[in-house]
C-alpha cells in the first residue's frame, strides 16, 4: 500500500514538473515574439519611388548608396513626370514623388503629396540629341540652331515631356513653328524620341540633356544656346498616405545630402 502511493506521488510530482517546464517555455516563446515583433508588410515593402526621366540616371546612380543609407530596398517607377502625375491621381500607390516641381506642387494642392515634406532637388537644361557617330550640327547660337532646325529633315521630342511646352514657344520664337510642324515625330512614349534618333527614323532630338547623354545610341550635340536655354527644376515628396514615410523621407534627405551631388552633377543635373 505504501509502494502504490509513493508511485502516486511519484507520477504527480512528474505531472506538476512538466506542467512548470510546459509553462515557463510558453512563457519564454510568447515574451520573444513581443521583444522581437515580426514586422508588418508595409513597413518591410520595398519603396515605390515614382521618378521623372529627367532625375532617372541620377536616382538609377545613387540607388546602392540610398539603400545602404536607410536599409530599405528602393522599387523605382521612370516616365514623363505628368504621366506619372496622371497614375498618381489616379490612385497608384507610391511612396515618393521626384518630379518636376510644378508637378509635386500641383500634387501637394491635390493632397497627394505631404506639404511639410515638399523638398527641391536639382535643375537641368535642354539640349540636342544626335544618333551616336554622326556629324555634330553647329547649335552654338540661336541663328546657328535654327539654320540646323531648318535643315533637318526630322526632329523627335515627347509632346507631354517637361521640356515640351519650352520647344515649342522656342519655335515660335525663332519664327519657324510652321516649317517645323512637318518636320516633328512626336512620341508621348518615355525613351521613344531617342529611339527614333537612335534607329534612324528621326535626325535630331531635343528634350533634357539627362535624357540625352545617357540614352543608349543617342548622343549630345550640345546644350540649347544663350536666351533659348531653359531649366527645368525637380522636387521630391513623400505621399500622404505612405505606410512608409519615415523611410521615404530619409531617401528625400539622401538625395539633397551632399553626399549625393558629386553623383547629381556626373548625372547632368545641377543640386540645388
Known amino acids: 500500500m505504501i509502494f502504490k502511493t509513493n508511485v502516486e506521488e511519484n507520477v504527480q510530482a512528474k505531472t506538476i514538473r512538466l506542467g512548470a517546464i510546459l509553462a515557463a517555455t510558453l512563457a519564454a516563446t510568447l515574451g520573444f515574439i513581443f521583444l522581437f515583433p515580426g514586422k508588418a508588410p508595409a513597413q518591410s515593402a520595398d519603396l515605390r519611388v515614382f521618378t521623372s526621366d529627367g532625375m532617372k ?3 538609377e546612380a545613387l540607388v546602392p548608396q540610398i539603400e545602404h543609407s536607410i536599409a530599405r530596398k528602393l522599387a523605382p517607377h521612370f516616365d514623363a513626370s505628368k504621366t506619372l ?19 509635386v506642387d500641383e500634387l501637394v494642392k491635390q493632397g497627394k503629396i505631404a506639404p511639410a515634406t515638399r523638398t527641391d532637388l536639382a535643375r537641368t537644361g535642354m539640349g540636342v ?25 526630322s526632329v523627335s521630342f515627347n509632346p ?13 520664337q525663332m519664327g519657324i513653328a510652321e516649317a517645323m510642324k512637318p518636320k516633328l515625330l512626336l512620341d508621348p512614349v518615355a525613351g521613344a524620341p531617342q529611339k527614333h534618333v537612335a534607329e534612324g527614323q528621326a535626325e535630331l532630338v531635343i528634350t533634357l540633356i539627362p535624357e540625352i547623354k ?16 531653359s531649366y527645368i527644376n525637380f522636387s521630391a515628396g513623400v505621399a500622404a498616405n505612405s505606410h512608409n514615410a519615415d523611410a521615404a523621407m530619409a531617401l528625400i534627405k539622401y538625395i539633397a545630402s551632399p553626399a549625393a551631388a558629386q553623383t547629381l ?8
Not at 490612385?91 to 510644378?102: E, H, N, Q, R, Y
Open 265 to 272: 552633377k556626373a548625372s547632368a543635373v545641377e543640386p540645388h
Open 85 to 103: 502625375r496622371d497614375e498618381i491621381l489616379s490612385g497608384a500607390p507610391f511612396d515618393v514623388a521626384i518630379l518636376t516641381s510644378d508637378v
Open 214 to 229: 545617357f540614352f543608349t545610341g543617342v548622343e549630345l550635340a550640345g546644350p540649347l544656346p544663350g536666351d533659348l536655354q
Open 57 to 59: 540616371p541620377a536616382v
Open 129 to 153: 540629341g544626335i544618333r551616336t557617330g554622326a556629324a555634330k550640327p553647329d547649335i552654338s547660337n540661336v541663328e546657328a540652331l535654327k539654320r540646323t532646325l531648318l535643315k533637318a529633315k
Open 160 to 172: 507631354s515631356g517637361a521640356s515640351a511646352a519650352h520647344i515649342n514657344a522656342m519655335f515660335a
